[in-house]
């Protein structure tokens, strides 16, 4: 694990501003390059994309405190405050605000988006396991465990990684000790799993009875990202509330009835026309 990709003198590149980075340029441009061939008008979803990004950035905080945090304290200004839900959720309320405000078409844009969106949070993924945070619990796996260095900072005390200082500040392994105990491997799960999402959404992108269906990408994205999040969980090192369940679980649970019930009424939705699409002008 290396939290920065480049240490050259003063320059410092941390590894997961790097592939944050990396993740919303590709969102971004494939979504944009996307809207452009199935005929919506130009920069709509690059626009959706900006205003939603904002949203996210404080939907993020406000999410964390009310679901995701650590017995959910305070707006912690700290890594683990980036939850994916809250960008997730504020981001989509956001789009959704803007799509109709510019009288596009809604569904079709958003399924535009959360076509790349997975294959966005899996770079954003590679982040994580290069920081070292969203690690999985310690584990009793006779096979593939991670192992998280230790960091010191410059006046001499343990300061990282995550799963070393956890395990540290629990007793678990000394000051001497190079690696933190073993732990599941999730963020490398949640990369593999991410990217399969992504190739199963764009393989059927294309097909003829799936395009005409707006809504249904951005639908069956909520059952599969819910799926995947929910069995992550069972492996990450979350606070547990009710008994071996997390916040996170409880809502991949919601994030995949919501994907059911959109799925089942966009069925038999029939296409309309809108200003923002090419078939207009």
Known sequence: MRQFLIEWGPLAVPSYGFFVAMAIITGMTLSEKRGKEIGLHQFLILDTLFIGFLAALVGTRVFYYIFGGEKGHSLIT????????????????????????????????????????????????????????????????????????????????????????????????????????????????????????????????????????????????FILNGLERFIEEIMRDHYRYWGIITKPQIVSILLIIAGVIGLVKVKNRVEKKYPGSREDE
């Open 78 to 221: 700290e890594g683990h405050v980036r939850s994916i839900y809250g960008a997730l959720f504020s981001g989509l309320l956001a789009s959704f605000v803007f799509l109709k405000y510019k009288k596009g078409p809604v569904l079709k844009s958003l399924d535009v988006i959360f076509l790349y969106f997975p294959l966005s949070h899996a770079i954003g993924r590679l982040g994580c396991l290069c920081y070292g945070c969203c690690h999985g619990r310690i584990s009793d796996w006779p096979f593939f465990t991670l192992q998280f260095p230790k960091i010191m900072g410059y006046t001499g005390e343990v300061v990282g990684t995550p799963a070393f200082l956890k395990h540290f500040n629990k007793g678990l392994v000394t000051a001497g000790e190079e690696l933190s105990l073993p732990v599941y491997p999730t963020q490398p799960f949640a990369i593999i799993s991410l990217l399969i999402i992504f190739l199963v959404l764009r393989t059927i992108a294309d097909k003829k009875n799936i395009k005409e269906k707006s809504g249904f990408i951005m639908f069956l994205y």
